[in-house]
């Protein structure tokens, strides 16, 4: 018999964005959220995906390479944490576009824009990461894309600006047919999205997470159960 390793599993796109327009969706359906942690979020080649493998933590956002949104709604970014959304869980669809062009980092939950969570992100290279603690956890990935920054990707970001609840951003204007399915096709996921303005995340009361903390002897100390 063997005994089976506990800890926080990551996983990245080793397949890097830089210099472009990348998003991504997320359905996450965790098993136990009371004793489980779930992340999304980016991170540099520089963040060791292994350092916390026996340990259970929010493995994102507790260095600088990476930023990471927990299930809870915190923010995890250079080891601290700060609120940022309401809870998502099982159901949920949780969306993550990264701007390298103008060095933002924006999160969605259910196709609403939930604010941005870094910026001046320019002239470096993110992968999208994972993570949990959950041994039998998962998180099905709905839709990827990336777009090269150019004036066409700009021109339909405004108009998405422009007309924010119209169901097909582009009805009604007086361009051609042609146009219209080639602009759907290539970048109808701009078109699609929200790109409301809201407030920037604000600290935690438990901002600062060291190693000898109680929450995190508690963390390593936890063991999810299936239930």
């Not at 136990?32 to 340990?55: E, F, N, P, R």
């Not at 992100?121 to 920054?149: D, E, G, H, W």
Request: hydrophobic share 30%; net charge positive; glycine share 10%.
């Amino acid at each position: 018999m063997t005994s089976p390793v506990y800890g926080t599993d990551m996983v990245s796109d080793r397949q890097g964005c830089g210099g472009r327009s990348s998003a991504g969706a997320l359905a996450p359906a965790p098993l136990c959220l009371a004793c489980c942690l779930q992340m999304v979020g980016i991170g540099t080649s520089d963040v060791d995906l292994d350092k916390y493998h026996h340990t259970f933590c929010s493995l994102l956002g507790r260095d600088e390479d990476s930023w990471g949104l927990s299930y809870t709604g915190l923010l995890h970014h250079k080891g601290d944490k700060t609120t940022f959304s309401s809870r998502f869980g099982q159901g949920s669809i949780i969306g993550v576009h990264l701007d390298t062009w103008h060095g933002t980092l924006t999160f969605f939950k259910n196709r609403k824009c939930i604010g941005v969570a870094a910026t001046k992100l320019q002239n470096r290279k993110f992968y999208p990461m994972v993570c949990s603690t959950a041994a039998k956890s998962s998180m099905k990935v709905i839709r990827s894309c990336a777009s090269a920054t150019s004036l066409q990707y700009l021109c339909c970001h405004r108009l998405r600006q422009l007309r924010p609840n119209s169901g097909d951003t582009l009805e009604g204007l007086p361009l051609p047919p042609g146009l219209k399915q080639v602009l759907q096709n290539k970048l109808g996921w701009v078109l699609s999205m929200s790109c409301g303005h809201h407030k920037s995340p604000t600290p935690s009361p438990k901002a600062t997470v060291s190693p000898s903390s109680p929450e995190t002897r508690r963390c390593q100390r936890k063991r999810c159960r299936r239930t």
